[in-house]
């Protein structure tokens, strides 16, 4: 208790706290945050996380830093702390800047994928081959009336969703991605497909709107993969089923240059962890097994709770 109380009597350290509650950030994110060098913020990062305030998560040469759950009385007194630390001075402008850097994240992912759309599938697919999942993933889509898949890239997935549904809804928050999906649409014969253009934390389409929501390997792409998870719960209708394929935890550190990849791929454990806080229940986690030179693929299955869950 001591060593958290020393922790927290640094006004800096409250204002990383206070960023980090809701957010995973790097060093440089928060030296710009915070308008502070680099070698300030990792000494008070170090301190916040030896006390077990906070946790980090090493992707690559990157450091994502966010509040932990390490330390018991931290966690026992987290709720009653986070309304104390609205009352800092430096809060609205702190927020501020942790949305910007979001934001960045965001501009970077939307550039990229405005440049290289006409290409990305040939691109993604020789770069970072992984082994054969569709038929995999398609048996997890149960049959909906709506069905929305986000992330929807070039529509590869799209024809063969629409025979699960009676209508089915696909955004990407790319307009150059959007042209090649309407493209493969009319190639693919599916009339009735709807296309629209959207954020994947900000889907447009209503409360309770989808009875299974498709995401596949986008969530890799997503600048804050939990606000991704708990939007589309939001979409989900009650007992509605969430399919998601994304790669497993890899060390290609050249993949968020050349692919625009946010992260890494992910480790079992810590979807699973996010996909219950986001208030999903029966979550299946599978791994497929890859061959040499190819990255792993985690398939999801998991289903929103229903009001009495």
Not at 89 to 100: F, G, H, I, N, W
Not at 104 to 113: D, P, T, V
Not at 157 to 180: C, F, N, T, W, Y
Not at 216 to 239: C, G, K, S, W
């Amino acid at each position: 208790m001591l060593e958290l109380f020393k922790a927290l009597s640094d006004p800096c350290r409250l204002r990383l706290v206070a960023v980090l509650l809701n957010s995973e950030l790097t060093v440089q994110e928060l030296t710009q945050i915070m308008g502070m060098g680099q070698s300030r913020i990792s000494r008070h990062l170090k301190i916040l996380a030896e006390a077990g305030v906070l946790s980090v998560k090493r992707q690559g040469t990157w450091s994502y830093y966010r509040a932990g759950e390490q330390n018991p009385f931290f966690s026992a007194i987290r709720p009653e702390f986070e309304r104390a630390l609205e009352q800092l001075p430096e809060r609205r402008s702190d927020l501020a800047a942790v949305a910007q850097a979001l934001d960045a994240r965001r501009k970077r992912s939307l550039e990229f994928f405005d440049q290289h759309a006409a290409q990305w599938d040939e691109l993604s697919r020789t770069l970072l081959p992984v082994p054969e999942y569709q038929e995999s993933l398609l048996a997890l889509v149960p049959e909906v009336p709506v069905l929305l898949e986000i992330g929807v890239g070039t529509g590869t997935l799209m024809a063969q969703l629409a025979r699960k549904a009676r209508q089915v809804i696909g955004v990407d928050h790319s307009p150059a991605m959007l042209v090649e999906a309407r493209r493969r649409l009319v190639d693919d014969g599916v009339p009735g497909a709807e296309l629209r253009l959207g954020e994947m934390t900000h889907l447009p389409i209503a409360d309770g709107g989808a009875g299974c929501v498709v995401a596949n390997m986008v969530l890799h792409h997503a600048p804050d993969p939990q606000a991704v998870l708990t939007e589309i719960v939001r979409v989900l209708q009650p007992q509605g089923t969430l399919v998601l394929a994304d790669l497993a935890r890899h060390e290609r550190e050249w993949a968020r240059e050349q692919l625009a990849d946010q992260w890494l791929g992910f480790e079992e454990d810590e979807l699973q962890a996010w996909l219950k806080a986001a208030g999903l229940a029966d979550v299946s986690v599978q791994r497929l097994p890859s061959e040499i030179g190819q990255e792993s693929v985690l398939l999801v299955k998991a289903v929103k709770a229903g009001p009495g869950d």
